[in-house]
């Protein structure tokens, strides 16, 4: 059964921690991008990438560090540097070229206090 | 900047009728925009799309309708149903770099009642 795999679910960290939140496909998506949403906003881009090994930075990217390294992962690092890291974080793929919609995860919330 | 704007952030509607969500756009050089229904506690779900050059496609019950001069797009429910409660999100880009990088608007709450 393909999708999009994040983990956790829930997760605390104290302020000044760094913490980094999971995401993988077995869609076989190119890009992959991740968004955070927070109570009466829409969801906002953080990074996206297109390709192993590239990524881009979304209209949110202060604070917040990825990677690329497989095709199928995409790890965000929420550093101590974001002002307010509590949200609900999505991760998502999709194919390139096209009309092809996203696939979300579940999404991790994040709790830093 | 909003550039994709929900102004009703709550719709409530019985059972049976009809659900009509609404979302404008100020950016122009959109030419592709989706739904997607999001459950709490989950991630969202892509419901149905539509690109510039038509005004509705149809999937089922769901209907959107995109009127380009007025920058507005609507998404019907027909007949609504009370597993159609969720939030549904707008969304919009621009597909000239074969690329997606979705703007979403910041969603409406349906609640449908039996």
Known sequence: DGGITQSPKYLFRK???NVTL???QNLNHDAMYWYRQDPGQGLRLIYYSQI???FQKGDIAE???VSREKKESFPLTVTSAQKN????YLCASSMIGGNSPLHFGNG???TVT | DQQVKQNSPSLSVQEGRISILNCDYTNSMFDYFLWYKKYPAEGPTFLISISSIKDKNEDGRFTVFLNKSAKHL???IVPSQPGDS???FCAASTLNTGFQKLVFGTGTRLLVSP
């Open chain 1, 108 to 110: 991790t919330r994040l």
């Open chain 1, 85 to 88: 890291p509590t949200a609900f």
């Open chain 1, 52 to 54: 192993v090994n590239d």
């Open chain 2, 86 to 88: 969720a939030v549904y």
């Open chain 1, 22 to 24: 999971s995401c993988e």
């Open chain 1, 63 to 65: 604070g917040y560090s």
């Open chain 2, 74 to 76: 609507s998404l019907h």
């Open chain 1, 15 to 17: 302020e000044g921690q």
